[in-house]
């Protein structure tokens, strides 16, 4: 069975960092294309970074560009996305997934709430 499980967040000011984690298990999470999506209230599922599984060539959506660094130990089996510089609106849940089209399956999620 798959499962994906975040933790890492937390509140923090503007300006501050979160270093969040999601543990992988039930699949060769080596061979796998990952992406970080986050969900603010009201709103929809938003793409945030993808690493993809044999060349671990990384994107990220424009608005975390040069704040936000994703990694992956496959030792560990376990994704990382470093998040400087926080916003207010980086207030979201966050959550690990399977790189398709829906990001399924994906985690439980973790909160990250940027206020002052």
């Known amino acids: 069975e798959v499962q994906l499980v975040e933790s890492g967040g937390g509140f923090v000011q503007p300006g501050g960092s979160l270093k969040l984690s999601c543990a992988a298990s039930g699949f060769t999470f080596s061979g796998v294309t990952m992406s970080w999506v986050r969900q603010a209230p009201g709103k929809g599922l938003e793409w945030v970074s993808r690493?993809?599984?044999?060349?671990?060539?990384?994107y990220y959506a424009s608005f975390v560009k040069g704040r936000f660094t994703m990694s992956r130990d496959n030792a560990k089996n376990t994704l990382y996305l470093e998040m400087n510089s926080l916003k207010t609106e980086d207030s979201a849940v966050y959550y690990c997934?399977?790189?398709?089209?829906?990001?399924?399956?994906r985690g439980q999620g973790t909160q990250v709430t940027v206020s002052s």
């Open positions: 690493e993809t599984s044999r060349t671990y060539s990384r």
């Open positions: 997934a399977f790189s398709n089209d829906r990001f399924q399956p």
